[in-house]
């Protein structure tokens, strides 16, 4: 039996399937983003978080493409945004919270199984009511280097 994933950002680092899926609740309407997610050391204590893919929203398609930085500080992990903005505590299993007036985020990071982790996010505000899942499954033959 392979080893339990293990959700400490070092043990991530590596190149990962993405799979998103977003429904938004006030039309009803659902899209999906198929990509990958490489996590990429870059010191001992900030790890480059890149996705790539392809969105499919209402018969349309989109590349697009997102840069997060999970570092290391006193007391933990936490996720930035690529311009160094702070977005959330790395907490798995845990709720988190960003506020992004006026709208609220609500996530959590965990595992699924061996090879899974997943990432969920249900965001409202004024205008926007949508739950965004991701299962990242770790990429064949792409282990951590």
Do not use: N
């Not at 697009?64 to 959330?88: C, I, M, N, P, Q």
Request: hydrophobic share 35%; aromatic share 8%.
């Amino acid at each position: 039996m392979p080893p339990i994933l293990d959700l400490d950002p070092l043990a991530l680092v590596g190149t990962w399937d993405l799979s998103r899926v977003i429904v938004d609740h006030q039309d009803g309407q659902q899209s999906r983003v198929l990509g990958t997610t490489t996590l990429t050391l870059q010191d001992d204590v900030r790890i480059r978080w890149a996705e790539s893919g392809t969105l499919s929203h209402r018969g349309i398609e989109a590349a697009v493409s997102r840069v997060l930085y999970v570092e290391k500080r006193a007391g933990g992990w936490f996720v930035t945004f690529e311009d160094g903005r702070d977005f959330h505590p790395w907490e798995p299993g845990v709720p988190v919270e960003h506020g992004c007036a006026p709208d609220l985020y609500i996530g959590t990071v965990d595992r699924v199984d061996e090879r899974r982790w997943s990432v969920e996010w249900r965001v409202t505000g004024p205008s926007k009511d949508y739950t965004m899942a991701s299962v990242l499954t770790r990429a064949e033959g792409k282990a951590k280097a």
